[in-house]
Each structure stands twice: as C-alpha cells, then as structure tokens.
C-alpha cells in the first residue's frame, strides 16, 4: 500500500503513521523527522533547512524532493510506504509523480486528517508537554508563534495539492478530531475499501495518467 497523509501540524499524522506501520508493515517517511536528522547532523541539507525550519517556513522543494527520492530508492519501499508531511506544495507533488512513475509505483490512497484549527496549538502544547516529561528535546518549532506560522504555510500551500489528489479520485477526507483509535478505524475503512478495487486490476500505466 502506498499512502500519503496529509494533515495540517498536529492533525495527528504522526501518530496514525505509527498505527499504519505497525498494521502493514510499511515503513513511515516523514521529510520533517528525515530534515531533522539532516540538521542534527549537520549535514549539507540539514544547514540549509535549519534556519527555515525554526522559523516555520517550508525548505525548497527540490531540496525536499531529493531526500524523498533517494529514500523511496530504499528497498524497504517496495512493498509500500506511508508519506507524512510531503507533498506539501503542487511542485512536490508533480516531482513526487515523476519519481514514483519511473519507479511503477502509484500513489494507491492520499488521507486528508481534517481538524479543527484551534485544537492544534492545544495538541502541539501536550506533544511538547510529553517530549519534556520523556526527558526529549522539545522541537525549536513546536511553540504557539512558529505554529502560527506552520499552519499559514500549510494552508497558504496545500490547496491545489489537495485538489490535484481530488482530481485523480484519490483523495479521502477524514475526521482527525476523534481519539486516536476512532481515526484509525476510519482510515482502516478507507484503506480496506481502497485494497478491494486495486486488487480489482487497474493496470499500472492506467494510474499513472
Ligand atoms: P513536520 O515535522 O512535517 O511538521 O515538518 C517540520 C518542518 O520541516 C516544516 O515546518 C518545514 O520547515 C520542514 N518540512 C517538512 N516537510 C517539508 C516539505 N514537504 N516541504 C518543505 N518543508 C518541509
């Protein structure tokens, strides 16, 4: 299964990831947690992506894709794949299209988590609360004014991706304000219903147009 969540910061993709990853089997590529690396590293990328991650700004897109490309090259990726925070603008949807076409890999299922806007700065509050308590660093962006901008950047940029998955027949809106196992259980439906018709035999070169 190849699966892209979509969701503004906080709608709780990270934490349906996880779920997805431990019921399929798949691994979770999340850019935010792979840039994280980047930066904690001090890699080329991560020096570039720092200051704009701080500031709640997205990192170029083609900084972006490239990272995506080079772990969707990993075998682990064969069986299939949740994306989490990418794409997030029509540019890295269009490159993520070109990557996975060369590959014969469609996108099988894209999962928009809707939620309220003012149960985010209450959601990313109680993940830095948890961080802290666990002893982990609180991330430098999970604070009420990057938030802000966080959520602006999401929204300013993620319209005509969600159009451009609504227009393939893709796209699966879900109702990311229950609890946890209420989400998962509505995306669960989503992802049964979705195996029946692949398995009813479209041909790859059919998804692709
Ligand atoms: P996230 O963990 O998904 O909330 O991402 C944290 C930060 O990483 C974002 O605020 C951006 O600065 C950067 N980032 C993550 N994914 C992307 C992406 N697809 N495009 C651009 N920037 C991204």
């Not at 806007?117 to 609360?129: D, F, Q, T």
Request: aromatic share 4%.
């Amino acid at each position: 299964m190849r699966i892209i969540l979509l969701g503004p910061p906080g709608a709780g993709k990270g934490t349906q990831a996880q779920y997805l990853v431990e019921t399929y089997g798949i691994p979770h590529l999340s850019t935010g947690d792979m840039l994280r690396s980047a930066v904690a590293a001090q890699t080329e990328i991560g020096k570039k992506a720092e200051a704009l991650m701080t500031a709640g700004q997205l990192v170029p897109d083609d900084v972006v894709a490239g990272i995506v490309a080079e772990r969707l090259e990993r075998p682990d990726c064969k069986t299939g794949f949740i994306l989490d925070g990418f794409p997030r603008t029509l540019v890295q949807a269009q490159e993520l299209h070109k990557i996975l076409r060369a590959a014969a890999m469609p996108i099988d299922v894209v999962i928009s988590l809707q939620v309220d806007e003012h149960a985010l700065g209450n959601r990313i509050e109680g993940r830095a609360m948890e961080a802290r308590a666990a002893g982990r660093e609180v991330r430098s962006d999970d604070n009420p004014e990057v938030l802000k901008r966080r959520v602006s950047e999401y929204n300013g940029k993620i319209s005509p991706v969600v159009e451009y998955y609504d227009s393939l027949g893709l796209l699966h809106a879900v109702n990311g304000m229950g609890d946890i196992a209420a989400v998962s259980s509505l995306i669960d439906a989503i992802l049964s219903s979705t195996r029946f018709s692949i398995n009813s035999g479209q041909q790859i070169a059919d998804r692709f147009k």
